[in-house]
């Protein structure tokens, strides 16, 4: 009797799975790296310029892990993808910094200590930055070249 094959079912490899479950994995990298970063950062910037570089540790990580793994069939060169990838970011650091500002304020305010609310505050914001992040590199960032159809001739 044979044994089975390890990884001989339905996804034989993490790089198998379906791209949207593949880009929360490399999101949740991704975001873990930005969230973690913030930490040493905080102990000599304040929060708000902490989450920023925090944010941009995590983006320089996540540009090579969506790259590599995510949305492996580009047709675009790499430049014009980091310049694109570096215009979404821009765009969901922003949110990500307001929630995480408003976030640490409010729990700040309903009498969290201030480095718990910091910490909680930064995670929703990321987390509020992830849908944007997903939608604006799949339309972006990693889109495909569509070619487009030859139009028959009518006769």
């Known amino acids: 009797m044979r044994r089975p094959r390890a990884g001989s079912g339905p996804v034989r490899r993490l790089g198998d799975l379906p791209q949207p479950v593949r880009f929360l994995l490399a999101g949740g990298l991704a975001a873990l790296v930005n969230w973690l970063a913030r930490f040493p950062l905080s102990w000599f910037l304040p929060y708000g310029l902490a989450v920023v570089g925090?944010?941009?540790?995590?983006?320089?990580?996540?540009?090579?892990?969506y790259r590599v793994w995510v949305f492996r069939d580009f047709g675009r060169g790499g430049l014009?993808?980091?310049?694109?990838?570096?215009?979404v970011n821009a765009v969901t650091t922003i949110l990500v910094t307001a929630v995480a500002l408003a976030g640490r304020a409010l729990l700040v305010r309903l009498g969290?200590?201030?480095?718990?609310?910091?910490?909680?505050?930064?995670a929703a914001g990321i987390a509020a930055g992830a849908v944007g992040n997903y939608f604006g590199h799949a339309a972006i960032t990693f889109r495909t070249r569509r070619t487009r159809l030859p139009v028959a001739a009518e006769g």
């Not at 925090?54 to 892990?65: H, Q, T």
């Open 80 to 87: 014009r993808q980091a310049s694109d990838f570096l215009l």
């Open 112 to 122: 969290a200590p201030c480095e718990p609310a910091e910490a909680v505050a930064h």
């Open 54 to 65: 925090a944010a941009c540790i995590g983006m320089a990580f996540g540009f090579f892990v």
